[in-house]
Each structure stands twice: as C-alpha cells, then as structure tokens.
C-alpha cells in the first residue's frame, strides 16, 4: 500500500470532520443521531447507519470483543436486524430508541467500541478503497482519501459508475492521476448536486472540501493542512 500510517491518520481525520464535523475522539466515536432521510440511527466516528447494516456490524463486533457494555446492547440486536430506526420519526422516538442512543453514546467511551468501530470501517471501506485505488493505479494519499471518502458515503460500486461520467484515464490506463482525481471530484460534485434528496444535496461539502486540497496542491496531504475550518495536524 502507497499510503503510510501517518497519512492514514490524515485520510481518518479527514473522514471524520466530513461526518461529524469533530476531529477524531472519543467525542467523535460517541456521536449518535437519527436521521430523516430513513437512514435510522447514525452512530460513531463515520457515521455508521442501521439502514446500511454498519450499525449492526459494529454492535455485533463490540459483543464479540466482549465490550463494557454488551449485556446492555444484546437486546437491541432485533432492532437493528430489522432496522427499526429507519421507520422512525427523528422528533418523536419511542423510549427504547431514545434508550439505544444513550448507550451507543456511553460506549463511545469505551475503547473497545473504538476499536470496533475502526475494525468494521477498516474492512468494509478501507480496504475496498485501497484495492480500488490499486486496481486504477492510484498512489496519492490525497486520491485514496476520495475514494475513500465515496466508499463511505455511496458504497464502493458508486466508483465505476462516476468513472463513467468524465473522460480521464486512471493511471493504470495510461492517464495522469492529478488530472483523473480532479475530474473524478467534479463528477461526484455534479452527481451530489443533482439527487432528488435536498440531504444528498447538500453533502457536497465534503467535495468541495477535498478541492480545496487539490487546488492547494496537496497530494501527500502533507500536515498541517486546513480542513472544513479546523487544522489536521
């Protein structure tokens, strides 16, 4: 892998403040909503949904690596198989959501369901980005982070479809990847700004934050940088 550990550290920071809007913490891994695009309950550092089965997965692992508070959580493993909290109005919960939000917020803290969170978006996300990076031959931190970024958000399948919609070649195909990466970037702007959801609108901020780092010319995402009005050092 071309990235280094540090530039993962970077990638991560990056990924949180476009979900939560905090740098990476305990704060950040605490973080818990309901949304009202029928996504449900939207918990942790990235924002892991019930609606995409992230949720699920990371509760499952915190009870397999046996966390603080397992006993507590195992009876909502129903809820979330069904995604319960899809069909939920976010400004009148029933008690026993508003009961899992402030357990999921309580075992934020607890370093075991940091861990989990990491483990099941390293494996879900990181790795499909990398190989797809891989595969175009991608080797910039700054062209995994978008990559990355879209796994996250649409899913890893969302990469070929937006390949489709400019004319740049990867670098496997004989293209240059600064040029690639910045049309890569537009197309997904062009693509978030014509959703019929007003939410999937307005998440172009997270390209347009990542512009800021093409046009500044920082494809090492050398630290200190400037990120969404906070510094990743």
């Not at 692992?61 to 976010?90: C, V």
């Not at 307005?202 to 934050?209: C, L």
Request: charged fraction near 20%; glycine fraction near 6%; charge should be neutral.
């Amino acid at each position: 892998m071309s990235v280094t550990t540090a530039q993962k550290h970077a990638i991560d920071a990056c990924l949180c403040l476009n979900e939560t809007g905090r740098l990476p913490s305990a704060a950040s891994y605490s973080t818990v909503t309901v949304l009202s695009d029928g996504a449900g309950i939207s918990y942790g550092k990235h924002q892991s949904t019930d609606g995409s089965g992230s949720l699920d997965a990371i509760v499952t692992r915190y009870l397999d690596l046996k966390g603080t508070l397992s006993d507590k959580l195992y009876p909502y493993l129903d809820e979330l198989e069904s995604n319960a909290s899809t069909k939920l109005n976010p400004k009148a919960l029933p008690q026993w959501c508003k009961d899992l939000e402030a357990l999921l917020k309580q075992a934020g803290q607890d370093p075991i369901m940091q861990a989990a969170q990491d483990q099941i978006f390293d494996e879900n996300y990181w790795t499909p980005a990398v190989n797809k990076c891989k595969a175009m031959g991608l080797v910039t931190a700054l062209s995994h982070l978008l990559v990355y970024d879209t796994c996250i958000q649409s899913g890893s399948g969302r990469i070929d479809k937006l390949r489709q919609k400019f004319a740049a070649s990867p670098p496997a195909n004989g293209g240059n990847e600064h040029t690639w990466a910045s049309q890569f970037n537009a197309a997904r702007k062009a693509w978030l700004l014509s959703n019929s959801n007003p939410l999937v609108q307005k998440s172009a901020y997270r390209v347009d934050a990542m512009q800021k780092l093409i046009a500044a010319g920082n494809w090492d995402l050398a630290v200190p940088f400037a990120y969404r009005g906070q510094t990743v050092a």
